[in-house]
């Protein structure tokens, strides 16, 4: 009788901390024995040539939810984490998103509700908090926070969804007394409602204005004003999809006078710029997010950031709506750049362009990529060590990876539900070849082997934000296993 459900052989093993040849042997869905493994699997796999990392955390997803201008999402859950797993990525933490007037705890039943029929990959929740009333500062949220859902998202803009410095403030402090992160959306409200109003009184309503009224101060000043905040309090504080240098610097001079302040980029901040957004008609609607894409100088600022430490995480804030007039454009042709639903998909090509312009390209060597796509989310969001690593006791969740495969984009090979890809015709070098999920080969040979409803819900810890996210706990590296031969 085989020893191991699963080992994978001449294995060359990367974590955020070590890299070493050796087999991984996994029992039970989580990872028995690593180094040199005697025993045989009931199935084994030769990863000779390849690579094998910890399968992707991707913390920052929109997926089956409502925008606040009530657009639902183009993916569900089942379509969203099969798209993930084909890009390597083995856990996602959506959002449950509060509307104003709904009940928090109701939010989460609701998003329980509709995933737990359909995820194919393990998944937690977010919340994003649009309604700090005091029933739910005093009892919704300090519940929730115990019950596992220990993070939760704030906007500084959008109508529907922003919150005031006030009870921004209220959010902050509950979250430094109860063990929670709050992660904000950093953009100056009126600044960009000031513009983008002048901008349509003057006819200027094309998509391409929408990067023009989200100017870059507005990014910057209220990146400087939420760590204002969050000092007042001192409390520990994300700042999401960065895409500008002013606030990026900003970050890195808190985190120099060792204020608990991180940061998360995204793939359209280093793959794409506001020319994109300039097309025909509504065209460059498919490119619209917020914060929009900058320019060349941004993106180098955004690699600087990614290469330094500055950035914690890596995601994709997959927020997908199909190009028709349910999605990206409500009015059809007739749609101004304030009306289109804001959100890029990104979910499956987050990890394969991080490999290909990042690791292949000698920006970031592969223990950065694996702690920027993995490790870093882990300990952020407190699934850390469970996820985000490859070390004895902790779930197999692996991918496989080859680092010569060259793949085209075309949206046509994806398996997101938006119809069509902001990085189409774009060259990727290294892809994700084999997907391992708590020891389930869910992706392997172009085919999905993953039913619905096979995911897990996964309840978080409080983060541990005393200690840096690049410094492993002693413990884990005793844990890993594996012999001290470096591969490099």
Not at 77 to 83: A, E, K, N, Y
Not at 123 to 140: K, M, N, R, W
Not at 388 to 407: E, F, H, Y
Not at 446 to 459: M, P, V
């Amino acid at each position: 009788m085989p020893t191991f459900d699963l080992v994978i052989r001449n294995a060359r093993v990367v974590t955020a901390e070590l890299a070493t040849e050796g087999d991984i042997a996994i029992k039970n869905g989580t990872i028995a024995a690593s180094g040199s493994v005697a025993g045989d699997g009931a199935r084994e796999i030769d990863a000779a040539g390849k690579f094998v990392l910890p399968g992707g955390v991707d913390s920052h997803v929109h997926v089956e939810q409502r925008s606040g201008m009530g657009i639902m999402c183009a993916d569900d859950f089942h379509s969203g984490t099969v798209s993930a797993a084909f890009g390597g990525t083995t856990t996602i933490i959506p959002f449950a998103a509060q509307h104003r007037g709904m009940s928090l705890r109701t939010v989460v039943q609701d998003y329980h509700a509709a995933a737990t029929p359909k995820a194919v990959i393990d998944y937690a929740f977010h919340l994003i908090v649009s309604d700090p009333t005091e029933h739910v500062l005093g009892q919704e949220l300090p519940a929730l926070i115990r019950d596992g859902y220990t993070s939760f998202k704030i906007y500084m803009t959008y109508e529907a969804l922003k919150v005031s410095d006030y009870q921004l403030l209220d959010i902050l402090a509950l979250a430094r007394r109860e063990g929670a992160l709050v992660m904000v959306h950093a953009e100056n409200h009126d600044m960009i409602q000031w513009l983008a109003h002048h901008l349509v009184e003057q006819g200027h309503v094309a998509p391409r204005y929408h990067a023009i009224a989200h100017a870059r101060v507005a990014e910057a000043e209220a990146t400087n004003r939420a760590i204002a905040l969050a000092r007042l309090v001192d409390a520990p504080m994300l700042i999401v999809h960065m895409s500008e240098m002013e606030a990026i610097h900003t970050v890195r001079q808190a985190r120099a006078k060792g204020l608990k302040i991180f940061a998360e980029t995204c793939p359209q901040y280093i793959a794409l710029t506001a020319d994109d957004l300039d097309k025909p008609d509504v065209q460059g609607a498919m490119w619209c997010c917020s914060p929009p894409p900058r320019d060349s100088a941004a993106q180098e600022a955004v690699w600087a950031g990614l290469k330094d430490g500055t950035f914690d995480v890596f995601s994709s804030d997959h927020a997908p709506y199909q190009f028709n007039e349910g999605g990206k454009i409500p009015k059809g042709l007739k749609t101004t750049f304030k009306e289109m639903a804001n959100g890029v998909p990104g979910l499956e090509l987050r990890l394969p362009l991080l490999f290909s312009e990042g690791v292949q390209k000698g920006r970031i060597d592969l223990h950065r990529f694996v702690a920027l796509s993995a490790t870093n989310h882990a300990k952020l969001y407190g699934l850390y060590p469970r996820k985000g690593t490859i070390a004895v006791g902790s779930d197999a969740d692996l991918a496989i990876w080859d680092p010569d495969r060259q793949v085209k984009v075309r949206w046509a090979d994806l398996h997101d539900n938006v119809g069509y890809s902001p990085y189409e015709g774009r060259e990727i070098t290294g892809w994700p070849t084999t997907v391992i999920s708590r020891g389930r080969v869910v992706v392997e040979n172009g085919a999905l082997n993953a039913e619905k409803g096979s995911g897990q819900f996964l309840r978080c810890e409080s983060p541990d934000a005393s200690r840096p996210l690049g410094k492993p706990a002693p413990e884990m590296v005793k844990m890993a296993g594996f012999g001290a031969r470096p591969l490099f």
